[in-house]
């Protein structure tokens, strides 16, 4: 196949508009990073480098944590009674967990609540909860009545064949494999030649190979399984059922490559090749999930039934019995015969738009067409082993590696050769850890760096503007003709961009420095003026200062040609210019409580607008 490539290629093959924008794209992460990183090394030496797509991950993990800071202080714990149900028909016993819900409350509420609220000791929390479960009298439930049923159809649609994000999500989530794993182990695969171009941020696959793929599943599961997508109906000779195609996320997308599918889907694994264990276990998810794109919905009912009781203190109590019925296997029968792509462990990361094996394992017929029978006359239930328990609240989740690599995918922010290597970064350079559960968390110093960047370049590494240029690079990829003039005027214009970035930063980093100097000079002066007192001298003699005095980088560097001489005088308008202060200083009120940083004496230069007088 490379032999027959090479004897065929033709120079005008070669797509330029994608060649300059990927060109541009180098050029662009090379810009940001030598000159957005010195300019913050001129506030935290600390501070090793920002990035055009690294910094917004960052910013985005912190956020998160602060979401879920947030969320956990103005939600507190809710407290619910729990109760072993047993269900009795004829042989069958069904036993489970169920919460019960007052309807109408009796007369426990006299003696003590669930929640143990007024009690601070843990001792008191149990002693209230054990004279709550007394008072309820729980134990004297003698007389049952079960409502209507209610049955819920459900169908899930297949998965879409995999992105390299959405395989670092699943691959994450599903293996428990590093985003840097999935990057070198597609790799392997690659250059073995078991699967397409790994590095494509399209869902798309070749036409010619959807009739191989609709053989292999007429093979392993039947002619009923198949599903032909209606954008590869029409090459796929009529077979299976049809359906409109399943969405695809919005994003810039460049569409450069096929979807990562298997060069043969007739093969099953990888054993023959001498590749890793991993190698294999990517193989296996990346085939099933290319088979299942192609097959019918996951199809079951759910049927739920609310039954009511009145406890000895005469309270009513309601709780729900539910079971699922599987209407249609569907695609999981692809991921139900190996144990490789089992599920990941309940609660360790959100699965988003697709059921699992566990769902699986909880379709219950027995208990489905017990619960559709169920009359007054049939029902034998008891409730046993009550207890008061206490409900955290559920925060948004904190990122995983796969799910943080998702978000920026969605945003229209980096490209899929560039998400390992930002992870890898990140975890290097210790801004960020993956934590006991897999969830990412940021360290100390990547905190300080996002507070820090965003006080002091807010709109360079705002995510809206990383989407911004990459709009741009996708309009010269897909621009017919001569595309040098506009790579010219992408580049040109990202570069006075961020020129005028950075002066503006240090105009408002200097007026920072002069206010925050101001205001310490105003309190030594007057120890016994009040906040607001202070801030109106501050105002006041501010106002009647000139406007920060400094060179115009954008006049120095305009004729500037070459990179390194803009990254020599870029540096050297940062030493003399931007004011070097405490870290503190660059932070609001509200959050200098999360960084223990003091504030530190403001030395005074003469090339520096600091007034000290």
Request: with cysteine.
């Amino acid at each position: 196949g490379i032999l027959k490539a090479m004897e065929e290629r033709k120079i005008d093959f070669v797509d330029e508009g994608l060649a300059k924008a990927a060109e541009t794209r180098h050029g662009m992460d090379r810009i940001f990073g030598y000159l957005g990183s010195s300019a913050m090394r001129h506030i935290n030496r600390d501070f090793r480098s920002i990035g055009r797509v690294q910094t917004p991950a960052l910013i985005a993990v912190v956020e998160r944590e602060e979401r879920i800071a947030a969320y956990l202080k103005q939600h507190e714990a809710t407290y619910s009674i729990q109760a072993t149900s047993t269900l009795r028909s004829g042989s069958s016993v069904f036993t489970k967990l169920v919460t019960l819900s007052e309807v109408q409350p009796g007369s426990e509420q006299l003696t003590s609540n669930a929640a143990g609220t007024h009690a601070k000791t843990e001792q008191q929390q149990a002693d209230a909860k054990a004279a709550y479960l007394e008072a309820l009298k729980l134990a004297e439930c003698q007389t049952f009545e079960v409502l209507p049923f209610v049955v819920t159809p459900v169908s899930i649609e297949p998965p879409l064949p995999f992105t390299m994000a959405t395989l670092i999500s699943t691959a994450n989530r599903k293996l428990k494999m590093s985003s840097e794993c999935v990057s070198r182990t597609l790799q392997e695969l690659f250059q073995a030649g078991l699967v397409t171009y790994p590095r494509t941020d399209s869902h798309r696959i070749d036409p010619a190979i959807v009739p191989s793929i609709i053989q292999e599943i007429e093979h392993r599961f039947g002619k009923n399984s198949v599903c032909v997508p209606e954008s590869t109906s029409k090459s796929a000779s009529g077979k299976g059922k049809k359906t409109k195609s399943k969405k695809v996320p919005v994003g810039n997308v460049e569409d450069a490559h096929e979807a990562i599918r298997p060069t043969d889907v007739s093969r099953s694994g990888v054993g023959t090749f001498g590749l890793s264990a991993e190698c294999n276990l990517l193989y296996e998810l990346i085939l099933l999930t290319t088979l299942a794109a192609f097959m019918v919905p996951h199809e079951y009912e759910r049927i739920s039934r609310e039954i009511r009781t009145t406890s000895g203190s005469g309270a009513i109590l309601s709780f729900k019995l539910e079971a699922r019925r599987t209407v249609a296997l569907g695609f999981q029968a692809a991921f139900a015969q190996k144990d490789a792509t089992g599920p990941a462990k309940s609660g360790d990361v959100d699965d988003v738009d697709e059921t699992t094996d566990s769902e699986l394992k909880q379709s219950d017929d027995g208990l489905f067409n017990i619960l559709k029978s169920l009359t007054p006359k049939t029902l034998d239930i008891s409730l046993t082993d009550p207890q008061v328990t206490k409900s955290r609240p559920n925060p948004p989740p904190a990122w995983t590696e796969g799910t943080l690599i998702e978000h920026l995918k969605s945003n229209g922010v980096g490209r899929p050769s560039t998400y390992p290597s930002i992870m890898k970064t990140l975890l290097t350079r210790q801004y960020v850890h993956i934590n006991s559960k897999g969830r990412l968390e940021s360290t100390a110093v990547g905190r300080d760096l996002a507070v820090a960047v965003q006080s002091a370049f807010p709109s360079l590494v705002d995510m809206g503007f990383t989407s911004q240029f990459e709009t741009k690079l996708d309009y010269v990829a897909k621009k017919s003709g001569s595309t040098s003039e506009m790579v010219d005027l992408v580049l040109s214009a990202f570069i006075v961009e961020l020129i005028r970035m950075v002066q503006s930063a240090t105009i408002s980093q200097q007026r920072m420095v002069a206010s925050r100097a101001t205001e310490l000079q105003v309190r030594a002066a007057h120890p016994s003026k009040t906040d607001a007192e202070v801030a109106v001298e501050v105002a006041a003699r501010i106002a009647i200062r000139s406007q920060p005095s400094i060179s115009d980088l954008e006049n120095q560097t305009s004729a500037v040609t070459d990179f390194d001489e803009l990254r020599r005088r870029v540096d050297v308008f940062l030493r003399r210019e931007f004011p070097v202060v405490g870290l503190a200083a660059l932070i609001p009120e509200n959050r200098l409580r999360q960084i223990e940083r003091t504030f530190y004496a403001i030395e005074s230069s003469s090339n520096s607008f600091i007034l000290i007088t």
